[in-house]
């Protein structure tokens, strides 16, 4: 990639975007931040149910056209349960 080709660039930046958007959802949406345990196999257990979480959520979401934070209030407001379906 040469320093004059922006188009790899704004390209390269996106997909770092992208990156950061997954990490701020899922720390501020599934809870990942919240496993206190010690053992490796529970943190990786943890980390993969949040994972699966944020990827339902985004899943609802797209159905709805709404956002993921959209898609959580919803949820809060109506007060009902949401069943995920694989």
Known sequence: MAQNDTSAVRKVCGIRWKIEQFHRETKQLTG???CECRKSR??????GCSVLVWVCLKKIAYETNKTILGVTQLKTESKNVII???
Do not use: P, Q, S
């Not at 529970?42 to 980390?47: A, E």
């Open 42 to 47: 529970i943190v990786r257990n943890h980390i």
């Open 84 to 86: 995920f379906v694989l």
């Open 32 to 34: 990942i931040e919240g």
